[in-house]
């Protein structure tokens, strides 16, 4: 069971000497702060989403994004300060998502957190998304390194074996898109926004709600990459599949595009079943090749799931299965931590802060990186390629 900690303003200010780290996230569509202290403490956090406005729009404007994210970032870090009861001056360090995300709305956490740790005299620590999401587990209960980590989200799909706070061993990524953004286009072309029990809700959490009530043998989706025997994914196959199936479904039933189909459950369930079996089979393969390879500890073996994707609780229990016949322990942050949110960064910045890494006094060279994904090394044993349930192919 996880642990969050958050404490009372009254208890923090009888007790607390620990330094402290303010985040900030704008890496996509949603902008957070968080105040936490050296021990994982949330002292203080704010989030401001913009999926409402997005999902009426059909998809993420980046204009539009950052037009949200500059309204509202002022307001989210007040709130997340005056909820801690920490002032500015109380504050060790500011640390910010630099990269990877869409460049207009990195921006404008960037020029924001720039100008406060200027104003303040604060040290600045950039963090990178996809490792602040893989490190969140260690905010919750004690992961040691080495440990697996699959991140699955809007933007991005990667296993990868992560070492130490900022060494990634990239073992695998989406050659194409990622699985939250195939479902949240499945999603649309299905007109799921229009369905009463979804209209609030972002794709990939539509897809999984109408799926508890179909039957997905109704629609026989190919499995992607059966060929490549490597860890790398592949959803834009999928998505081709189902709008075809989409287009077939609207011509026997003679319904316009825009029409709700009678049979969104049916490919909702469908979609979800092949998602989650892409996912697991890649990392049942990355978990041959780290055994096979002596990269995995021999106690306690670990993989950490997160990223948006990882709150669907079919995929969850996918990976469970997996994880059950390898012998590694699964660990998935509740939902509200797998989701992009403030607290995630200050985490990586308390790890960073910790163990003294990162953290710059000048921020004169510091910009941001919308394609960055590395950071992440890739792996230097070459590309993991295994057949499952065969020998080792390496
Ligand atoms: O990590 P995140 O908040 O933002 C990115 O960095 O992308 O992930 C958002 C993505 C969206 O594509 C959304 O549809 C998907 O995560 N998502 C889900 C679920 N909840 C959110 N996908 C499948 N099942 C869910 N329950
Ligand atoms: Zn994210």
């Known amino acids: 069971m996880f642990r969050v900690k958050i404490l009372s303003k009254c208890a923090f200010r009888r007790k607390i000497r620990s330094r402290l780290v303010l985040g900030i996230e704008t890496s996509c569509d949603e902008t957070g702060a968080a105040v936490m202290d050296e021990t994982g403490l949330i002292l203080g956090e704010s989030l401001?989403?913009?999926?409402?406005?997005?999902?009426?729009?059909?998809?993420?404007?980046?204009?539009?994004?950052?037009?949200?994210?500059?309204?509202?970032?002022?307001?989210?870090?007040?709130?997340?300060?005056?909820?801690?009861?920490?002032?500015?001056?109380?504050?060790?360090?500011?640390?910010?998502?630099?990269?990877?995300?869409?460049?207009?709305?990195?921006?404008?956490?960037?020029?924001?957190?720039?100008?406060?740790?200027?104003?303040?005299?604060?040290?600045?620590?950039?963090?990178?998304?996809?490792?602040?999401?893989?490190?969140?587990?260690?905010m919750l209960q004690p992961v040691v390194f080495p440990f697996l980590v699959l991140l699955v989200s809007g933007g991005h799909s990667l296993l990868a074996l992560a070492r130490g706070i900022d060494d990634f061993l990239l073992l695998g990524q989406t050659l194409d898109e990622a699985p939250g953004d195939t479902m949240d286009k499945v999603a649309r072309r299905l007109s799921l926004i229009k369905h009463p029990k979804c209209s609030m809700i972002s794709g990939g959490q539509a897809i999984e709600l109408l799926a508890q009530d179909g039957d997905r043998l109704k629609f026989l989706f190919k499995p992607p990459m059966g060929a490549h025997y490597d860890c790398n994914f592949s959803f834009a196959g999928l998505r081709n599949q189902v709008t075809m199936s989409i287009q077939k479904k609207e011509e026997e039933e003679g319904v316009e595009q825009g029409t709700l189909l009678s049979c969104v459950n049916d490919i909702a369930a469908a979609t979800q079943h092949t998602v989650a079996s892409h996912i697991a089979k890649r990392t049942h393969r990355a978990i041959l090749f780290c055994k096979a390879k002596g990269l995995l500890p021999s106690c306690n073996p670990t993989l950490v799931v997160s990223g948006g994707v990882a709150s669907n609780q079919y995929i969850r229990k996918t990976l469970k299965i997996v994880t059950d016949n390898t012998g590694l322990h699964l660990l998935c942050p509740p939902s509200k931590f797998c989701t992009d949110n403030g607290v995630m960064i200050a985490w990586n910045g308390v790890e960073r802060l910790r163990e003294g890494k990162g953290i710059l006094s000048h921020t004169e060279e510091v910009n941001y990186e919308p394609k960055a994904l590395s950071g992440l090394t890739r792996s230097e044993t070459s590309t993991p390629h295994l057949t499952i349930g065969g020998s080792a192919g390496m």
């Not at 994004?65 to 870090?77: F, S, T």
């Not at 990269?99 to 957190?113: E, N, R, T, V, W």
């Not at 740790?117 to 587990?137: D, G, N, R, S």
């Open 48 to 138: 401001h989403s913009q999926k409402e406005v997005h999902l009426k729009t059909g998809g993420i404007i980046p204009t539009v994004a950052q037009r949200l994210h500059r309204e509202n970032i002022g307001r989210v870090v007040q709130e997340a300060m005056e909820r801690s009861g920490v002032t500015q001056s109380q504050l060790s360090a500011v640390a910010t998502t630099v990269k990877p995300g869409l460049a207009l709305s990195l921006g404008i956490g960037l020029d924001f957190s720039l100008n406060f740790v200027k104003l303040h005299q604060k040290p600045f620590i950039p963090i990178h998304h996809m490792e602040a999401h893989a490190l969140t587990v260690r």
